[in-house]
T-cell receptor
C-alpha cells in the first residue's frame, strides 16, 4: 500500500513532555514537510527537508525539532519549549523531479496537551 | 504578513450551481499555484494546479483561472455537488531558480453545497 503514513493518529501529552510524531513514505519522494493546522487557520510550515541529512526551518520552527536520516522517514519532535502544541499536524512529501510544487499529504496526527 | 489570502471564510451554494472560490496573493515571485480540498480530521488532497505561464487550467468539473496582473486566482466548480462540501485551500510557490519547494497556504474557505 503506497503513500504517506503518519502515526499515531491521536496523541495526548502532558505538559513538559516531549513527543515524537512519525512520518513514513514509500513514494520515493525527496522532499518532506511538516505543517501545523490550528482551528480556523491555514497550514503553517514547521520544517522541511529537500534531501536526506538536510532540513530547514519553516515559518514556525520554534519548539520543534526534526531529523532526516533516511529518505523514507521524517519524524517531528514537539518539545516542551513549544508553548501551544495542541494542533493537527500534517506531514507531506513532494517529488522534486517534477515541475511544480505539488505536495501530497498524510492523514494527519492530532496532538492534545493535557 | 500573509502572502496568500482567502478573504471569504465560507461560501454556501445550491447543488448544481457554480461555486467560485477566490484567492489573492502579494508575492510577485509566485509562479505556481495549487488548490487543495480538505475534510475534517483528514489530510488535504490535491485538486488542481496552474503555472504562471497559463491563465486557465481545467480538469473535469474544476477550473482554475489565474490573473497575474491582479495577483488573483479563482477555482470554479461546475456543477457543485454535496460531496464538494469541504475546506478549500489555495497555495502558491516559487519554482524558478532552484526553489526550496515551499508552499505558502491561505487560511481556507469552507464550501457548503446544499442539496
Amino acid at each position: 500500500d503506497g503513500g504517506i503514513t503518519q502515526s499515531p493518529k491521536y496523541l495526548f501529552r502532558k505538559e513538559g513532555q516531549n513527543v515524537t510524531l512519525s512520518c513514513e513514505q514509500n513514494l520515493n519522494h525527496d522532499a518532506m514537510y511538516w505543517y501545523r493546522q490550528d482551528p480556523g487557520q491555514g497550514l503553517r510550515l514547521i520544517y522541511y527537508s529537500q534531501i536526506v541529512n538536510d532540513f530547514q526551518k519553516g515559518d514556525i520552527a520554534e519548539g520543534y525539532s526534526v531529523s532526516r536520516e533516511k529518505k523514507e522517514s521524517f519524524p517531528l519532535t514537539v518539545t516542551s519549549a513549544q508553548k501551544n502544541p495542541t494542533a493537527f499536524y500534517l506531514c507531506a512529501t513532494a517529488d522534486r523531479r517534477r515541475f511544480g510544487n505539488t505536495i501530497y499529504f498524510g492523514e494527519g496526527s492530532w496532538l492534545t496537551v493535557v | 504578513d500573509q502572502q496568500v489570502k482567502q478573504n471569504s471564510p465560507s461560501l454556501s451554494v445550491q447543488e448544481g450551481r457554480i461555486s467560485i472560490l477566490n484567492c489573492d496573493y502579494t508575492n510577485s515571485m509566485f509562479d505556481y499555484f495549487l488548490w487543495y480540498k480538505k475534510y475534517p480530521a483528514e489530510g488535504p488532497t490535491f485538486l488542481i494546479s496552474i503555472s504562471s505561464i497559463k491563465d486557465k487550467n481545467e480538469d473535469g468539473r474544476f477550473t482554475v483561472f489565474l490573473n497575474k496582473s491582479a495577483k488573483h486566482l479563482s477555482l470554479h466548480i461546475v456543477p457543485s455537488q454535496p460531496g464538494d462540501s469541504a475546506v478549500y485551500f489555495c497555495a502558491a510557490s516559487v519554482n524558478s531558480g532552484g526553489s526550496n519547494y515551499k508552499l505558502t497556504f491561505g487560511k481556507g474557505t469552507l464550501l457548503t453545497v446544499n442539496p
